[in-house]
């Protein structure tokens, strides 16, 4: 009997699970372009460009390989806008009697796939490192799930940066040598764009006039084929690979991508593996063209951070997307949708998102993150925004990242204490405090940063939980040892910040 092989939209790697299991000869592969997918959050115009572009080249790829493909595009007035009647149609015009696909990155997917009225097989997606199950074993009896003690099981097992059984240059983690605060470098090598073809012509227009979402759609930049993302891999490699460490944290004003690898589209859609990213950073330094601190940076990035959220992405379930540890219960601030800020590091990294679909770990984290987590804001609506407006962001990746290491959703299951600072650390890592109308040094008053002022009300308000946190005991002593003139003067300035936001007013 025919059976339908289903291939997401982010499962576009010629050996996914589901087309190894298949037979070219008899089964047919189902593809389809749906509103119920582009329209399932805001998503940026270019996430949903590049999602299209690349599933249709990858369809005329399979289809050149001797598959027969089944391709609704989103356009087709026979679509029926959602991936289970496109497989019901599909089912019908061609006799099929079941479904086999690859596990979905993202849990209501696999939901609506396992309630379908036909027999569906799910296979394991096994383009990861590690599996599903195998991250279950190491996480199993711990009461804390480390990143960095399953990252070093990570290089044993992969032998990646491996000197035998001990890890090359006798350390496991450079990070004392990375994250350097940014400097200006008229010199630094930028990423070179993919000028859009004929087929990302296409797909861009039927953007431009299907989706009316956050973000600007052209210039379009992106690699959509594994070509294409082949070329950026090796252009990191050798352009800025050499300076990933050292700029890893850094912000600078109109410098989106300083030494960044620009690869996470390219990875999470399936374009690249992980292991071979990883074996050209390993070459690299292993010829003497990149420092080790580098090298190793980078490889922590993907068999570390990047299969350690999966795997809790996978150990939680469903439920961990409901997580809200503070009870956090504010809107999302209109600034996170481009409303008028005065705070030039918002301002920097929510423009930079609407312009490109990409901000960095640091922009994400210890920024955009940083604001709503200090501001009290419901964690599932930051949730919602990061899954919308970034280019990489696919749930199983995405959630982890927002929930857990940044709004402290999970209680602390991916860190021991929330990711929260005051403006001296973006002062620290950027050059935007200089052209800001807030003043980074002023603790209290009109002028006073924002982050400075929701920090201790942040902790003051969490006291109870976060006091006797031996990471964050010290900050607890030096509030308490601050006159209480100046605390009042703090917390009623932070509450008029966050009057300020719930009112709809530009802080
Ligand atoms: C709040 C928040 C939300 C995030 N949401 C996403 C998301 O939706 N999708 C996504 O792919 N990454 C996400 N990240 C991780 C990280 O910000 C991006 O992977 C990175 O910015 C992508 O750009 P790059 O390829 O230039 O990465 P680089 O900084 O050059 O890093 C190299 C690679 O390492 C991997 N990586 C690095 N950090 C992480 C991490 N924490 N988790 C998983 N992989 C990582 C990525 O594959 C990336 O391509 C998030 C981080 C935070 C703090
Ligand atoms: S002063 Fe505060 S709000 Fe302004 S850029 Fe610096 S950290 Fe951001």
Known sequence: MVR????????????????????????????????????????HPQKIALIL??????????????????????????????????????????????????????????????????????????????????????????????????????????????????PAGGQWNFDHDNRKPGKADLLRPCPRDFAPDAVVEEVLTLVEARFRHFGRLRPF????????????????????????????????????????????????????????????AEAAWRAGRVPIAAAEGFIRQIIGWREYVRG??????????????????????????GAATRMACMTAAVGQTRALAYAHHIQRLMVTGNFALLAGVDPAEVHEWYLSVYIDAFEWVEAPNVLGMSQFADGGLLGSKPYVSSGAYINRMSDHCAGCSYKVKDKVGESACPFNLLYWHFLDRHRSRFKANPRMGQMYRVWDAMDTGHRTAVLDGAERVLAALDAGEAV
């Open 53 to 166: 572009s690349a599933m249709r080249k990858f369809a005329a790829a399979l289809q050149s390989g001797g598959w027969q493909v089944a391709y609704s595009r989103l356009d087709d007035p026979e679509n029926s806008q959602t991936i289970q009647g496109e497989l019901l149609r599909r089912a019908a015009e061609f006799g099929a009697g079941e479904v086999l696909a690859t596990k979905p990155g993202e849990w209501r997917v696999l939901r609506d796939l396992q309630d379908l009225p036909l027999p569906v097989t799910v296979l394991p997606d096994d383009r990861f490192l590690c599996s599903e199950a195998d991250f279950a074993i190491w996480a199993e009896g711990r009461k804390q799930l480390r990143m960095e003690w399953f990252y070093r099981e990570m290089r044993r097992k992969t032998g990646l940066l491996m000197d035998g059984d001990q």
């Open 312 to 337: 809790i992405w996978a150990l939680q379930g469903p439920e961990y997307l409901k997580k809200n540890a503070l009870k956090h219960s504010r809107a999302l601030p209109a600034v996170y949708w």
């Open 221 to 280: 930049r992106w690699a959509t084929d594994r070509t294409g993302a082949l070329a950026a891999l090796t252009e990191f490699v050798a352009d800025r690979l050499p300076r990933f460490g050292d700029e890893q944290d850094a912000m600078l004003e109109g410098e989106a991508y300083l030494s960044h690898a620009l690869l996470s589209p390219y990875l999470n859609l399936g374009l690249l593996g992980p292991m071979e990213v990883c074996l050209a």
């Open 4 to 43: 339908l092989v289903l291939v997401l939209g982010d499962q576009l790697s010629g050996d996914v699970a589901a087309l190894r299991a298949a037979d070219k000869a008899k089964d047919v592969v189902v593809m389809a372009e749906v509103m119920a997918e582009g329209a399932s959050v805001p998503h």
